[in-house]
């Protein structure tokens, strides 16, 4: 019984006690005006007058925070909103300190936790000042957990991408080496190439001869050939045996009904004789027989459906063309037809391959083996310059202060939402894919890193994407924070073609900058 007793007096003045202390911890604070933080206290002297911080007027130690701003710059209405610029400090104890605008004191809003900014109002505000800071320290732990293994996962990393970077250079100087020996290689099979088909060249003048005699032949064969279907047809429609193709004489045809009413108009007969009223026969043969014989071929090919070899087919080809070039400029007026209805002079037929003697056959092999090799040198070269370019664009680009990103260069990386497919692929673009099918959107080109002075690593910048209808062109702006993994956490599109993705991967687990700041330490 007694020893109960001794126990539950010895709880109570613990009790008693740890109470004593708490308060003592509270009510220990260095003597300050309301709204100045303790690292500013000393500046405060209550004994003496206190002099402006811009040393602009000195004021009796009275008149500090009586809701009149006595100094410029503020300094002497820290727990008020008499100056327009000052700034109230918030101690926030069990939390961070916070400093507000002076305008934001008494205005029936709490801002500090601890409710220091509303003495003077209504406004009931709570002190969950220990809750927060609770809070706080516990999500401070945790990040604080995930740099640390995460910055295991940064290391490796970061010597992956040491170890890749020695190796793109190791290749560099072994692919500069090998472009040297293969362009002289290429050269040497240049030279070789030029001296025999140098050789080539004269050994096939005399054949390119025999090829442009034989074309002169051909296209003289075929043009005496035409001269003599002209003159025949000439013959066959100038019935009065004058010499002269006349106007009468061309309508008794048909076949140069061209509006198909049924019979030959004085125009449509002009039409044929180059809008003339006649024409003898040098005249005819030279200008007129170019538009009149598709027609009269096609009047013969219609009257003698026979079997039509393989120049007849040609030929029938052609009439089928000008009939169709015809048809379609029935609507407009006949000087213009006459200009739609010229053929162009078909090309001549290009001779069968001549021959060559056995020493020339050997030079032209010769030359297309040369030519052969020295493409195949000059695609060798141009080979190790695209690879080279690659390697050196690969190291110019920054892969964060240990390299640490290198080992993400060229992977990709998915975000799904209702709507859409969106990729990532680091230091190269990133896109856009509707779920619903069609093509990929180009939302930009890797750009360079973006984020601010302390650590330009914290954000990504891609570029120049497809442009918006009748809008600018599309970038992405991407957030690099720590994770456990490499994973896209969000898309967005806060802008018109302007999207933002959150991005985190252990390459970025790396212990913050330390900020200095008096104010941003806890207070207890």
Not at 481 to 489: A, F, P, R
Request: glycine residues 6%; proline residues 4%; hydrophobic residues 30%.
């Amino acid at each position: 019984m007694n020893g109960n007793f001794c126990m539950k007096t010895a709880s109570v003045h613990f009790l008693i006690l740890l109470t004593f202390f708490v308060r003592e911890i509270f009510s220990s604070e260095v003597p300050r005006p309301r709204g100045v933080s303790l690292s500013r206290a000393s500046l405060y002297p209550p004994d003496t007058d206190f002099i402006c911080f811009d040393g602009s007027k000195t004021i009796p130690f009275i008149r500090i925070n009586d809701d009149y701003c006595d100094c410029l710059d503020a300094s002497d209405e820290p727990g008020t909103s008499a100056c327009p610029n000052g700034l109230f400090h918030c101690t926030n104890a069990g939390h961070r300190p916070l400093n507000i605008p002076s305008n934001r004191v008494n205005d029936g809003i709490c801002d500090c936790c601890d409710g220091t900014d509303e003495y003077a109002t209504e406004t009931s505000c709570q002190n969950n000042c220990i809750e927060l800071g609770r809070s706080a320290r516990e999500a401070a732990q945790k990040k604080a957990d995930l740099i640390k293994a995460g910055k295991q996962i940064r290391a490796e990393m970061g010597q992956k991408g040491v170890q890749l970077k020695q190796e793109k250079q190791m290749k560099l100087a072994d692919l500069k080496k090998n472009r040297d020996e293969a362009e002289k290689l290429k050269l040497e099979k240049e030279a070789l190439k030029k001296e025999i088909e140098s050789l080539e060249d004269k050994a096939l003048e005399y054949y390119r001869k025999l090829e442009d005699e034989a074309k002169i032949m051909k296209k003289e064969e075929e043009s005496a050939s035409q001269r003599a279907e002209a003159i025949e047809t000439f013959n066959k429609f100038d019935s009065n045996q004058d010499g002269w193709l006349e106007i009468s004489e061309v309508k008794v045809s048909t076949s140069f009904d061209r509006d198909g009413n049924g019979e030959v108009s004085d125009e449509e007969a002009k039409f044929y004789l180059n809008f003339q009223e006649s024409v003898d026969l040098d005249t005819f043969v030279k200008t007129c027989w170019k538009t009149l014989r598709p027609v009269i071929f096609r009047e013969g090919a219609e009257k003698t459906p026979e079997k039509k070899d393989d120049e007849n087919l040609e030929e029938e080809d052609e009439m089928q063309d000008d009939q169709e070039l015809e048809e379609e400029s029935e609507d407009h007026d006949y000087e213009d037809e006459e200009q739609e209805s010229q053929e162009p002079e078909q090309a001549t037929e290009a001779p069968p391959t001549i021959k060559y003697d056995d020493e020339t056959q050997q030079l032209v092999e010769r030359a297309t083996a040369a030519r052969n090799e020295y493409e195949e040198a000059r695609k060798l070269v141009n080979d190790i310059d695209r690879e080279i370019k690659k390697i050196e664009e690969y190291l110019g680009k920054d892969f964060g202060t240990d390299e640490e990103f290198a080992a993400l260069e060229g992977q990709c990386f998915d975000y799904e939402d209702h709507e859409y497919i969106y990729k990532l692929c680091l230091f190269d673009k990133t896109t856009q894919q509707p779920k619903s099918g069609g093509s990929n959107v180009r939302l930009g080109f890797w750009g360079h890193w973006s984020g601010p002075e302390h650590n330009k690593y914290e954000q990504m910048t891609f570029e120049s994407g497809q442009s918006c209808w009748n809008g600018p062109k599309r970038t992405t702006v991407v957030r690099v924070t720590c994770g456990s993994d490499n994973q896209v956490l969000s898309v967005s599109e806060p802008n018109r073609c302007e999207y933002f993705f959150e991005f985190v991967t252990p390459a970025a687990c790396q212990e913050a900058p330390v900020v200095e700041n008096e104010d941003l330490h806890d207070e207890l």
